[in-house]
């Protein structure tokens, strides 16, 4: 998946910044399992009851979630060890959430819940095929924008790291988010 010095350097920079993002973590085949895995939860549930909603703010439609989903469960599970080794922490799978957002969605800058202590981010899927922005504020208080594509995965420290994603312009874009907590962590 990552040879020693990406891991090196991943973890260098998650150390300095509170978040890096990692290019092409995830195979190609993989990606479109996960986006056949995403249209087959639009079936299963055209909006969850979730604790989310005040930061998805809609002028049109209105998002699709699912909280643990198979998939995305699955590739939690899959991908702990690495971000383990990168966050340097004994890192406890909490759960995954699906998201699928529709043109003018905009996600409101905050902060994750305690579940979330480290968090990633992985497009799995978009209607034009290119990237949706995350907006970071970096350890340093500076605003990062970050542009990942399909494969790539943005991590960071879900509760001290704000983030937020400015309208999208697409017809939609679909999303899983990864989040863990220190098992070391005593608070």
């Not at 939860?41 to 049109?60: P, R, Y």
């Not at 439609?61 to 909280?67: E, L, P």
């Not at 922490?89 to 305690?114: A, C, G, M, W």
């Not at 991590?155 to 220190?182: A, Q």
């Amino acid at each position: 998946m990552l040879n020693d010095n990406q891991v090196t350097q991943s973890m260098e920079f998650f150390n300095n910044e509170g978040y890096c993002q990692i290019n092409n973590i995830l195979h190609p085949q993989l990606i479109e399992y996960l986006k056949i895995g995403s249209s087959m939860l639009e079936f299963e549930t055209l909006e969850e009851s979730n604790n989310d909603k005040d930061i998805v703010k809609t002028n049109a439609q209105h998002s699709i979630s699912k909280y643990s989903s198979t998939i995305g469960e699955n590739l939690l599970i899959y991908l702990t060890p690495i971000f383990s080794q990168i966050s340097s922490k004994n890192l406890i799978p909490t759960y995954s959430f699906f998201r699928k957002y529709f043109q003018t969605n905009v996600l409101e800058k905050h902060s994750d819940r305690p579940s979330c202590q480290y968090s990633a981010t992985i497009q799995i899927d978009s209607s034009k095929d290119e990237s949706w922005p995350i907006f970071l504020k970096n350890k340093n208080n500076k605003d990062i924008e970050c542009n990942s594509k399909m494969g790539d995965v943005i991590f960071y420290k879900g509760e001290e790291i704000l983030h937020w994603r400015e309208e999208l312009k697409c017809e939609y874009s679909s999303h899983l988010f990864l989040h863990w907590v220190d098992r070391d962590d005593p608070t």
